[in-house]
């Protein structure tokens, strides 16, 4: 029990510390805070699933097969109901505009809705149009349940990932795209020294080793030394790696010392100013997340 809330402390300090080096960092970590310190909380009660390994064939992982297609990764029986009514306060909490149409969602959830579990368990494919229905039903827009559905899928995701790791050990993986969820990173660390690219799954959390000068989305060799990378003037460290087949761009905290054990969403949301300035120059992220878009801004 202690432990746990040492943890919670560290993540609120990172989050604290995060806005003192980026403060214009502040409305997304305040807004997500409260939605960050759930996630975590939720990922330490572990609840949910084990993954059934047996099924997994390391000759199609390692051809690129992610184990989200090759075992159920996400159970009907998860504890569904109960992590979604976990969720919507700290939505709430953090997004106080959409307090009436979370409301709407939970009393639904509560009406023992089926709803989670038939969208959740075909993961990966997720079907949007039973989203789309489901806020016809409700009078609602598609924000508030869109972002409850996020905030449900990526803690039990990483659980999901955890369990996955401690029972496959280490395994040979080439791709972009997470071994694990099969989602596009949000964030790469290049360490100072061992100069290897680890890239950041935004949905699972999983870290995976990746080839330094290859485009994770369409996997275009830039030239050793003319791979691009975008930074502010006086902040080397925090990059975008550009890729000029796809316009596509990714974080990169460049040539970091130890960085220790922080949350990479406090980081990826640290980080956003970057991500502005890339989609202002006409760059896509190699994924969107929750915190990343900006598109209607433009
Ligand atoms: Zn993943
Ligand atoms: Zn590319």
């Known amino acids: 029990m202690r432990k746990r809330a040492e943890r919670l402390s560290r993540l609120e300090k990172q989050i604290e510390q995060m806005i003192e080096m980026h403060p214009h960092s502040q409305n997304i970590l305040t807004a997500f805070k409260t939605i960050l310190l759930e996630r975590k909380r939720l990922i330490e009660a572990g609840n949910c699933m084990s993954v059934e390994v047996s099924q997994i064939d390391t000759v199609r992982l390692q051809g690129g097969v992610p184990v989200s297609r090759q075992t159920l990764l996400l159970h009907p029986d998860e504890p569904w109901n109960e992590i979604a009514l976990a969720m919507i306060p700290s939505i709430a909490s953090g997004f106080p505009t959409l307090t009436e149409e979370l409301k709407k969602i939970e009393d639904d959830v509560r009406g023992g809705d089926v ?21 016809t039903t409700l009078n609602i827009r598609s924000e508030p349940l869109h972002l409850l559905l996020m905030s449900i899928l990526r803690p039990v995701l990483e659980m999901k990932a955890r369990d996955v790791v401690a029972q496959l050990g280490d395994f040979s993986w080439d791709k972009g795209y997470c071994p694990i969820c099969g989602a596009f990173p949000d964030i790469a660390v290049i360490k100072d020294k061992i100069t290897q690219r680890w890239l950041r799954c935004p ?24 791979t691009t990378y975008f930074f502010v003037e006086g902040k080397e460290q925090e990059t975008a790696f550009i890729c000029e087949r796809c316009n596509r761009y990714l974080l990169t905290l460049n040539r970091v010392s130890d960085l220790g054990d922080p949350d990479f969403d406090v980081i990826s949301m640290g980080l956003t100013h970057i991500d502005m300035i890339m989609q202002e120059k006409g760059y896509t992220p190699v994924v969107f997340t929750e915190w990343n878009d900006f598109r209607a801004q433009q």
């Open 115 to 135: 709803h989670l579990k038939d969208y959740f368990t075909p993961f990966p494919d997720l079907d949007e149009e039973m989203v789309r229905n489901w806020t």
């Open 203 to 226: 949905r699972c959390r999983h870290a995976w080793h990746f080839n330094r000068v290859l485009c994770p989305y369409c996997e275009h060799e830039g030239k050793e030394e003319g």
